[in-house]
């Protein structure tokens, strides 16, 4: 996928993950994530009252959390929201578990943790950024 060639206003880098590069807007929380505890896994809202975003749904934004929750089950649901359809464009966490970053590999899902820079605290839902897993980096847009 071809990057416009924009200078950003603003990188967060030192990551590490996979994945191509992707542009997208960020949906940012101060919590962690599980996909079995907090998403409807039909719809792929997000239905834990208890949760910061609460009533959100993951499809078509850069999702980013703190850290996973949960266990192997992650890897087969990743793919089943992608397979949907309603699956996020990538994932980022402060701190990856192996299982999210192997269902993310197997999904087909961008994934980046392990950034010099919190990105829970440096970026804002509604961000538009780009997000390059392989370099290890985010690229705040606009």
Known sequence: MSMPDVPPKRVLSGGRGIGAPV???ALVSAQGFGIRYDLNLET???ENRAHDLYGHKLAGFIAVFTQPKGGIAASWALAHLADL??????????HASPIFAQGALFAGIPILHDL???PCTHLRTGDQIVLRANDGRIELCG
């Open 23 to 25: 542009r997208g807007t």
């Open 85 to 94: 359809g309603i699956g996020p464009r990538a994932i980022v966490f402060r």
């Open 116 to 118: 010099d820079q919190d």
């Open 44 to 46: 792929g809202v997000i």
